[in-house]
């Protein structure tokens, strides 16, 4: 099963790019779709569009889905629950975000709050968010360094 990694709001397209990475060191195949309506530098996997437009059709099944990442947040986390009710909407098998504390809470999802908000640099963020979501996938790795 290949899976398919969806980031619907993807700002820079840093955080698929970066996963690629990784995941090409495990080895693990996966697609990546990402969208946003102002087009980035890097161009890996982007489409240029609004991610409430997308229908459930254009993208697999749920158990084949990882979804996130960084939603517009909005008054009391308004956006990030419009966006986050529309990938709920795939029933994707992970959705990884960054989202205020006001977002609300999503069964049957579980909520790690504060593992990767906690960091106060940038690469100490994404070294807590690889490994975490390999093993939310059931990636093992074989050292350290291969999830980093």
């Known amino acids: 099963m290949i899976l398919q990694i969806v980031d619907f709001c993807c700002g820079a397209n840093d955080f698929s790019r970066l996963m690629k990475e990784k995941l090409d ?8 779709k990402n969208y946003d309506l102002i087009q980035p530098k890097n ?3 982007f489409e240029k569009r609004d991610w409430m437009t997308v229908k459930p059709n254009e993208l697999p099944c749920g158990s084949q889905l990882i ?11 308004s956006l990030a629950n419009k966006f986050i009710n529309k990938a709920l909407s795939f029933k994707p098998k992970l ?15 579980s909520c790690w709050q504060n593992i990767l ?10 070294e807590k968010l690889f490994p975490l ?11 350290k360094e291969d999830a980093l």
């Not at 975000?97 to 049957?108: D, F, G, M, Q, S």
């Not at 979501?133 to 050292?143: A, K, N, P, T």
């Open 25 to 32: 060191k495990v080895p693990k195949k996966c697609h990546f």
């Open 43 to 45: 161009h890996f996997g």
């Open 67 to 77: 979804m996130g990442l960084n939603p517009p947040f909005g008054v009391k986390a």
């Open 95 to 109: 959705i990884v975000l960054i989202v205020p504390k006001e977002t609300e809470r999503y069964a049957p999802y």
């Open 117 to 126: 908000l906690t960091s106060p640099s940038h690469i100490s963020f994404w």
């Open 133 to 143: 979501c390999f093993h939310c996938l059931g990636i093992q790795v074989r050292s």
